[in-house]
């Protein structure tokens, strides 16, 4: 089970850092994610991480801003926004799946657990 927090209502320009915990799982087997879902739009993945955390994958609408990260003895996945902007806000959801050492999983069909989402507004 994973449960994702840290979103809320934050000023274009500024951060937030996104949480998702599991219970149950162990993140030191899984390949990881975060994904949106802006209203009206599907969901779309904008970072991703090998199990390890030496391999990471960014949407363009996100490089250079946000960074994906997972801290394995904790069993928490991050993702840290910064010069957070109008358009990023959306429901943020965490995803996993147990996977080889070193594989970055992009296809959103391929992760098994989601999280609940957490909601990110960016106001300017």
């Known amino acids: 089970q994973l449960q994702a927090s840290g979103g809320g209502l934050v000023q274009a320009g500024g951060s937030l850092r996104l949480s998702c915990a599991a219970s149950g799982r162990s993140f030191g087997t899984s390949a990881a994610a975060w994904f949106r879902q802006a209203p009206g739009k599907e969901r779309k993945l904008i970072a991703a991480?090998?199990?390890?955390?030496?391999?990471?994958f960014y949407d363009d609408s996100v490089k250079g801003r946000f960074t994906i990260s997972k801290d394995n003895t904790e069993n928490t996945l991050f993702l840290q926004m910064n010069s957070l902007k109008d358009e990023d806000t959306a429901v943020y959801y965490c995803a996993a799946k147990a996977t080889v050492a070193g594989e970055v999983i992009t296809t959103t069909s391929r992760y098994e657990y989601w999280g609940q989402g957490t909601l990110v507004t960016v106001s300017s």
């Open positions: 991480i090998s199990r390890g955390g030496t391999r990471k």
